[in-house]
């Protein structure tokens, strides 16, 4: 739990320094859980991101792009009637918890002076965001409703008066001394960070273990000393804000986690330390949501076909028998006169053999010789004919689980909106049933998003994240001369240079995005083909997204998310 009392204290700060004073121009509500506000202050905009996701809540300064739907949300509705045009007078944290409190005033719709709080808690599963009367401190509504049978404490309801989460008796850790940390810690009971967090306001797991850390040994002399510094630059708002990779967890915090012994990269502010931190968590959770039914589909699917290889391969092996029941009818006749009905089987001398070897052929004891001769005939002749279908049938299954293999690899780097656009393919290729769709029809007729970049040198780098968009950057969207890039027989998107001469450090970065939107986003040396469009031919009757190339060379990279992300328009 990073975004501890001490995260929001400092957050609190960034936030007040950048936006106190501002005005609420426009309130967008991308996401079920999550509120987007645009405030000018200082001459600058701002969108200042509040959510309320049980797992990603957070208040932060955001420079991401969020879809925001056709209809807002009731709540966006009365978020506007009740904020849009209001100034941002003070934001202030309620003592060192996990909530952040906008207190704004404007005038109402009969034009009288109005105070409001925007309230946005951060703890976990109970995150919420309340609006509220000050004057009156009474609920106007909230992002999740908390009825009294949910919670004994208090009400979050339309109409309720707003009481603050129960308070923790817990020691403020800017007002203690060494003598203190002594009092409260119990060195004979071990687990030192546990009752740092347990004694300590706003004082997370992950902040206790790096105090704990950085105490070295940890005794009566160095962990208060350890626990004292820290606070003393926090008091100050001194912070080092930071992204640290363990060996096996990212975590972020105000300083470097020395602790998780990895590497540690900077930022400048805890906005986009936010950013960088949940750049695709937050989402990959909405489109897990929102593409969970597809996901397992497409995953079925691929199973079954992998599955009708398996038994197409077991007939196959069946089928090259045929010779060999050939053998047995032609034998079995020549020998007529020597087999009798009721017989299991018979041996006789293979006289194709050239050492005159003898053979055994088995027999259906309910079938007269002829008759089982005739049988071995018949299965020859069946087995004969069923080869070449049954390897046409290995190719289609093939072809499917490539296909949905793609698919898979699509539904993984996809956004909710493309995931619409999966589904849609799905559904035009008779896989799912379509959906009765309620509002604008026209919809169905937008052409598809497509991801931009920018390289180093300013050149435009366009991307395809499903077959969709794949098939429309390809075939209609590139010009015949650009650059076209794919990784080399992996899954993954198609990539286009607007350019026909790139320079080869920017053939290099379009190569890092696309095997970073491929099934080999987390591997190195990723082997990645790239030629003129021209060169790109989508076979008749192939599936979408399916491509056939030649003339391309090949260069080598393995993907880096920050790079991509400078990149990113």
Known sequence: MSFDGLFTRAITNELSSLLKGGRINKIHQPYKNEIILAVRANGVNHKLLLSAHPSYARVQITNEQYDNPNEPPMFCMLLRKHLEGFIIENIKQAGLDRMIIFEVKGRNEIGDLSYKQLIVETMGRHSNIIIVDKNRNTILDSIKHVSFAVNTHRAIMPGQEYVLPPQQEKMNPFEAQEEDVLRVIDFNAGKLDKQLVSNFAGVSP????????KAGLANRTT????????????????????????????????????????????????????DR?????????RVKQQGNDLERLIANE??????????????LEDAKKAEQYQLFGELLTANIFM????????????YYDE????????LEPRKTPSENAQRYFTKYQKAKKSVN???????IARAEVAYFDSLLQQVEAASPKDIEEIREELIEGGYIRARQKKGNKNKQNLKPHLEK????????ILVGKNNKQNDYLTNKVAARDEIWLHTKDIPGSHVVIRSKEPAEETILEAAQIAAYFSKARNSSSVPIDFTKVRHVKKPAGAKPGFVIYEQQQTVYVTPDEDMILKLKQ
């Not at 992950?206 to 850390?213: G, H, N, R, S, Y």
């Not at 931190?277 to 937050?282: C, D, E, H, L, T």
């Open 206 to 213: 992950v902040l206790a273990k790096e105090i704990v850390f």
């Open 223 to 274: 962990l208060p000393k350890a626990f004292i510094s820290v606070m003393s630059e926090f008091r100050e708002h001194h912070y080092k804000p930071s992204i640290t990779n363990g060996s096996n967890k990212e975590a972020f915090y105000l300083i470097p986690l020395e602790h998780l012994k990895g590497e540690a990269k900077s930022f400048d502010s805890l906005s986009s330390l936010l």
């Open 277 to 285: 931190f949940y750049f695709g968590k937050a989402e990959r959770d």
């Open 302 to 315: 691929k199973e079954k076909n992998e599955k009708k290889i398996l038994k197409l391969e077991n007939t």
């Open 339 to 350: 087999a009798k009905k009721g017989m299991k089987e018979i041996t006789v001398v293979n």
């Open 355 to 362: 050492d005159g070897a003898s053979i055994t052929i088995p």
């Open 389 to 395: 279908i049954v390897k046409e049938q290995i190719e």
């Open 453 to 460: 970049y920018r390289s180093s040198d300013d050149t435009e």
